[in-house]
């Protein structure tokens, strides 16, 4: 690898994180598309590779949010729950089921279109005249097993279609983004181990990118550091804006590419 490519690593890592660590996403989502279209990275090595990266990035991340509190929260034992079990299944589908390029984009625009259109509907809405009541413990961990599996195969870990859906309920994302992070770490910790005991089954390029991976997680570590400090100075409704956007841009851009 050459000095140009794992500086260009480090920045993409760290400027992803920076922008999205303070909603709680890792800022793996918006990986994929660069390890895709730039990086020349196999399927499915993408999935583990952003794993790798969610590893080593969110703890920069972590020990800012723990520093001011945010990770005693009851929410966190709630969504690893549903998404430590879910990731495993998720990257056992994603290795003998889901391993072609083409299937994987139609999947991934899947889940980032309406995760795009969430953020920003969420963002135009006129907040109701009476706050939402959270859901139940019940219904989030339900929905965590499910949000584990999409998040076992795309790579993202959960955390990042978990954070948008909980704030939407009502959850403030001063609560939702710690959790959402730390189940994103933890998570993406199982998957990564999940992914190193496929590899054993001889199935194509199941590895993660080593270089890769920990080049833009060391970028992330800096970036989710930064991005967790900014927080509290961040307009939360641009921000989310501006993730819709790059959501709902890349989903389209996938669609376009499998028909094409």
Excluded: H, K
């Excluded at 870990?157 to 704030?167: D, E, K």
Aim: charged share 10%; hydrophobic share 50%.
């Amino acid at each position: 690898m050459t000095w140009d490519l794992a500086l260009g690593c480090v920045t993409v890592g760290l400027v992803i994180a920076t922008l999205t660590t303070p909603v709680g996403v890792s800022g793996a989502v918006f990986l994929l598309p660069v390890q895709f279209s730039l990086l020349g990275v196999p399927s499915p090595a993408v999935t583990p590779t952003n794993l790798l990266f969610n590893v080593v990035a969110a703890p920069g991340g972590l020990l800012r949010f723990r520093r001011r509190g945010g990770l005693a929260s009851p929410l966190t034992r709630v969504l690893l729950l549903g998404t430590l079990p879910g990731v495993v299944i998720g990257a056992v589908i994603r290795v003998f089921a889901v391993p072609g390029a083409d299937v994987f984009q139609l999947l991934a625009a899947a889940v980032l279109l309406p995760l795009g259109v969430w953020l920003w509907v969420g963002t135009l809405r006129p907040a109701p005249p009476r706050p939402r009541p959270p859901p139940s413990n019940r219904a989030i961990a339900t929905l965590s097993v499910g949000v584990g599996i999409v998040g076992g195969i795309y790579g993202i870990g959960g955390g990042s279609i978990l954070g948008p859906i909980l704030v939407g309920r009502g959850l403030p994302v001063v609560t939702v983004a710690p959790a959402a992070l730390a189940s994103t770490f933890l998570t993406s910790v199982t998957g990564a181990l999940t992914f190193a005991v496929l590899e054993m089954t001889g199935r194509g390029d199941i590895a993660p990118d080593w270089p890769i991976g920990l080049l833009c997680g060391l970028g992330g570590l800096a970036g989710g550091y930064l991005g967790a400090a900014l927080q509290p100075l961040l307009p939360e409704r641009r921000l989310r804006q501006l993730l819709g956007t790059c959501a709902v841009a890349i989903g389209v851009l996938y669609v376009v590419q499998t028909v094409a």
